[in-house]
């Protein structure tokens, strides 16, 4: 196990890994609470700016937009509140991409595996195949 000091109070913990790897299971439990207010916040001030969401709930505007990369958050289409799309530049409300350079990204590895290629043919195997002795043959 691995041991290192908590980015928020500075303690030392027992480093687990995980979403917030570099925070200790308090600060962790702190943050999740500020999650829930800001998600209360959020659905009772729909036309709230970010830097207004950030100074009521006392959280920073990075971590609300992190929380917003991550899906946690969503905005209503409505909202003025937006954050770029990480390929584009576009405004969106949720995520990373927007919905274009999701399908782009999307039909881009389906073309990275060749959805046209042949399957390569294999000998049909048997019960008694599956008895057979199997030797490593050294050289």
Known sequence: MDVRNCRGCGRLYNYIGGSYRHLCPDCIRKLEDKFDVVKEYIE????????????DCDVSVRQIEQWVRDE????????????????????????????SCKSTLASQLG?????????????KSTAKDSERMRYLHRQ
Do not use: H, W
């Open 44 to 55: 009772e001030n729909k036309n709230a700016t970010m830097s207004q969401i950030s100074e």
């Open 72 to 99: 946690r958050l969503c905005f209503a289409d409505d909202s003025p509140i937006g954050i770029e799309c990480e390929n584009c530049g576009k405004m969106i409300k949720s995520g990373k991409y927007c919905d």
């Open 111 to 123: 073309s990275m595996y060749g959805t046209n290629a042949e399957m390569p043919v294999s000998r």
